[in-house]
């Protein structure tokens, strides 16, 4: 497969949306809305459930299912109200002490007047921020697209994991494309150099685990990741210096040269 | 175009000059892309690069340093960090050449120490003339620099941002820069100390999403651009026409997201007051 191909992959609507994950994964699952601010963005969807027996705080970007559903959640690309709400919501897993499962499926972040005049890169910069200092475990799992900054707001955690279809970059290809061979059809080529699979991303270090898609979508699956998922957070709940290493896993990203003067 | 000539007086004789005078031998002119009045070099140095109908210059970091720092105070750390296309992007070893030339500098940003209002401060400034400020590996690895020295040396920061966004030929790794800038200034706030930021033309993208916006003290200088997506991806996406001061100072100041407009004249004037203000220091009145 190549990158492009796992573009359209990721990109797949008849792939599991975060909803599916949360049913297939979670027990009484409890919705929770708003951001207290302004208004409710059906985009995100959180609220608490347990994750075998135990209370956890879950938050996912919802494409939706059906074109009229999809209308509805802006087809996974929130505005800042939608990333205030999943703020809003980890703060009060901080609080309860309980751990914040996330799953990112977004284009990136909404493009539009009022997601500009409601402070979308505020929204975002927030939360990368805030999350960087949340004293309590957060697991990150990229279930189709990761589009940029908007995929990152609701990434800065302990633990990355990818679907193996799963993509994650800092531009859309057809976006670098342009820019780049002024012609959004050279996507495929762009999307190779931009080095955006779950693979690359295993390999610079940012993901921590790539996920099989065998049966995705099915109950065998989704028991395999729940026990994955409940395995890691014990190992989070027991690490003390869980913010100080969270810190240094962003920390170490980047390469540079340091020249001797 | 027309209204604004109407309105326009002169009002001292360096504007006279700045608009009749013929050019010394050798001054470079410019053309100010909001009146398209033509300047010259050292009017525009004289004017602190704002032209007559207050449009605001793009400058690069070193000449703003020496407007905004106390003369000779100016101590630069991390210059030796430079990027190393990590990730053999198409292109990207020819454009970092031109860049370097075109700026003079290595990165898109210069980090150190120096003196405003006789404040020790440190700082970050970053340049429109290399690769539009875009944020790269080693642009975020300074500004993370910057902010972990300033939390060990107990000092404020104040950071001039100007940025594309992030830089899309290191991939994942430029978007990473976010994440880490962010950590960097969480701690460096986690201690009580003061970080200001200073939004000039253009503040956009992955900046504009991470440290640009995390100040405990916005100031953005008049005009200047300032979003997260750019004018026109809205534009197309929305197929709406904006407002003309969409995602400028003044849109961002009316809607919440910035504390302060200021002229570049007393800029320096004010950041030594918001500082003196968390320096202990009393009000000189
Ligand atoms: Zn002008």
Redesign the interface.
């Known amino acids: 497969m190549t990158a492009y191909d796992r573009v359209r992959t990721a990109r797949s609507t008849s792939r599991p949306t975060a909803q599916d994950y949360i049913a297939g994964m979670f027990s009484s699952f409890i919705e929770l809305h708003g951001d207290r601010r302004y208004r409710d963005d059906e985009a995100i969807i959180g609220g608490l459930a347990y994750l075998k027996g135990k209370p956890v705080t879950v938050i996912g970007i919802e494409k939706g299912h059906n074109t009229i559903e999809r209308m509805r959640r802006s087809f996974g690309a929130p505005e800042p109200e939608g990333y205030r709400k999943a703020l809003r919501l980890m703060k009060q897993a901080e609080k309860f002490h309980r751990p914040v499962v996330l799953f990112v499926d977004t284009s990136g972040?909404f493009?539009?007047?009022g997601?500009?005049?409601?402070?979308?890169?505020?929204a975002?910069?927030?939360n990368?921020?805030e999350m960087?200092?949340l004293r309590t475990p957060e697991i990150s799992i990229f279930i189709g697209e990761g589009g940029?900054?908007g995929a990152?707001?609701l990434a800065?955690s302990d633990r990355v994991w990818m679907l193996e279809n799963a993509v994650?970059?800092?531009?859309s290809p057809e976006g670098?494309a342009s820019?780049?061979y002024k012609d959004a059809a050279e996507a495929p080529k762009a999307a190779e150099?931009?080095?955006?699979t779950a693979a690359?991303?295993y390999a610079?270090g940012?993901a921590e685990r790539v996920i099989s898609e065998d049966g995705l979508g099915t109950p065998d699956f989704y028991s395999k990741l729940r026990d994955e998922v409940a395995e890691e957070i014990g190992i989070l709940e027991k690490t003390e210096d869980l913010i100080e290493r969270?810190?240094q896993r962003?920390?170490a990203?980047?390469?540079?040269?340091?020249?001797?003067? | 175009m027309s209204i604004l000539k109407f309105l326009y007086k002169p009002q001292n004789e360096l504007e006279k000059e700045g608009r009749n005078a013929e050019p010394p031998a050798g001054e470079t002119e410019y053309t100010c892309p909001n009146c398209h009045r033509t300047l010259v070099e050292s009017v525009l140095e004289a004017q602190n690069w704002v032209c007559i109908c207050g449009h605001h210059f793009r400058i690069g970091a070193r000449k703003r340093i020496s407007m905004m720092t106390d003369e000779g105070s100016f101590e630069e750390l991390f210059s030796?960090?430079?990027?190393?296309d990590?990730?053999a992007?198409?292109?990207y070893q020819k454009k970092l050449t031109k860049a370097r030339e075109q700026s003079g500098e290595n990165e898109s940003v210069i980090t150190g120490t120096a003196m405003i209002g006789g404040i020790k401060t440190a700082l970050f400034v970053m340049s429109p003339f290399f690769m539009m400020g875009s944020m790269?590996?080693?642009t975020?690895?300074k500004i993370?620099r910057i902010f972990e020295y300033a939390a060990e040396h107990s000092l404020p920061v104040v950071g001039w941002t100007v940025s594309g966004g992030?830089r899309?030929q290191?991939?994942?790794?430029?978007?990473?820069?976010?994440?880490?800038t962010?950590?960097?200034?969480?701690?460096h706030s986690?201690k009580g100390l003061l970080y200001i930021t200073v939004l000039t033309d253009p503040t956009t993208?992955?900046v504009?999403?991470?440290?640009?916006?995390?100040g405990d003290i916005i100031v953005a200088e008049p005009g200047a651009t300032v979003?997260?997506?750019g004018r026109r991806?809205?534009e197309q996406?929305?197929m709406?026409s904006?407002?003309r001061d969409?995602?400028t100072s003044e849109?961002?100041l009316e809607?919440?997201?910035a504390d302060i407009i200021v002229q570049r004249s007393n800029e320096k004037k004010l950041l030594s007051s918001l500082l003196a203000f968390h320096g202990g220091n009393h009000d000189s009145l």
Do not use: N, W
């Open positions: 972040a493009c539009g007047i997601a500009e005049e409601r402070g979308q890169g505020q975002i910069a927030e990368l921020m960087m200092g940029s900054g990152l707001a800065v994650y970059s800092v531009i670098c820019i780049l150099s931009l080095r955006l690359d991303a610079l940012i969270r810190y962003f920390r990203f980047g390469r540079y040269d340091e020249e001797i003067k | 030796t960090i430079v990027t190393d990590p990730l992007f198409p292109g790269g590996s080693a975020g690895e993370t992030a899309m290191e991939g994942l790794l430029s978007l990473m820069q976010m994440a880490k962010s950590g960097a200034v969480l701690r986690q993208g992955g504009t999403a991470s440290f640009a916006m995390e979003g997260f997506a991806v809205v996406t929305t709406e904006l407002p969409f995602q849109f961002i809607h919440g997201f």
